[in-house]
């Protein structure tokens, strides 16, 4: 290839970037928002692997694409369908691709692990077989007691339970049933993680809702706001063109 052809390959990709070229622009931005939490050309490299999995996330808005991948950096979490913590995730909008971002169960567990006030979060499925009562007394207060009939993950779901250990003491919990797992979906979690991983979105739903309870940290704080919806401008991003 020529110098002369060299230039008007530059030419092209500047006035025409891939989506490759415009998460790579970002880079410091995205050092800005990690802060040294996490190695920035690794997550780089992570976002590029997602994306090149989906030739919907290909073809998706920039900046709602760009919005979920600042998010996750502002969140310091680790993008990746093998790793449960942010999900980039394809749909529709009005007819054209668009990415909205979706904090999985390990994400979710994570930022409510950053309140100084929280030491330990944990969920379980409550499956059909299971004994599983939950009550209120004056001698225990708020409880419940699960005794699974076996830890076989293939028996259908009756509800989940979030529980978290407070570092003042005692454990705070909240418990969904299935069908308010259900009524929590997006109207397109057909196509996302919901999906895929159905028990992993259950626990983290079960999360959520616990989390009302909790002090929470700004990341926290952000996620719950942002959580499954389009993001379009974060303090931090260059304007896309």
Not at 1 to 13: F, K, N
Not at 99 to 115: D, E, N
Not at 153 to 162: D, I, Q
Request: proline share 5%; net charge neutral.
């Amino acid at each position: 290839m020529t110098s002369r052809d060299l230039s008007t390959a530059a030419a092209a990709a500047k006035t025409n970037p891939t989506m490759k070229d415009l998460v790579e622009a970002q880079l410091p931005a995205i050092e800005r928002q990690l802060g040294g939490a996490m190695n920035s050309d690794a997550f780089v490299r992570a976002v590029l692997s997602e994306i090149g999995k989906s030739p919907d996330l290909m073809q998706a808005d920039p900046k709602t694409l760009l919005g979920g991948v600042m998010l996750a950096a502002q969140l310091r979490l680790e993008i990746g369908s093998g790793l449960g913590e942010f999900y980039l995730t394809p749909r529709k909008d009005h007819g054209r691709w668009i990415c909205l971002p979706i904090v999985g169960f390990q994400g979710m567990v994570k930022l409510a692990l950053r309140s100084e006030f929280v030491t330990n979060v944990q969920a379980f499925i409550v499956r059909e077989g299971d004994d599983f009562t939950y009550g209120a007394n004056a001698e225990r207060g708020m409880f419940y007691d699960w005794t699974p009939k076996d830890f076989e993950e293939t028996r259908p779901m009756v509800g989940v339970v979030a529980t978290a250990r407070m570092k003042q003491g005692g454990t705070t919990w909240a418990y969904l049933t299935r069908t308010q797992v259900e009524d929590r979906r997006p109207s397109y979690w057909q196509k996302t993680p919901w999906a895929s991983h159905p028990d992993e979105m259950a626990k983290k739903t079960a999360v959520r809702a616990l989390a009302k309870y909790l002090p929470k940290s700004t990341d926290l704080g952000r996620a719950l706001e942002a959580d499954e919806q389009k993001v379009q401008h974060l303090k931090g991003v260059d304007e896309v063109q």
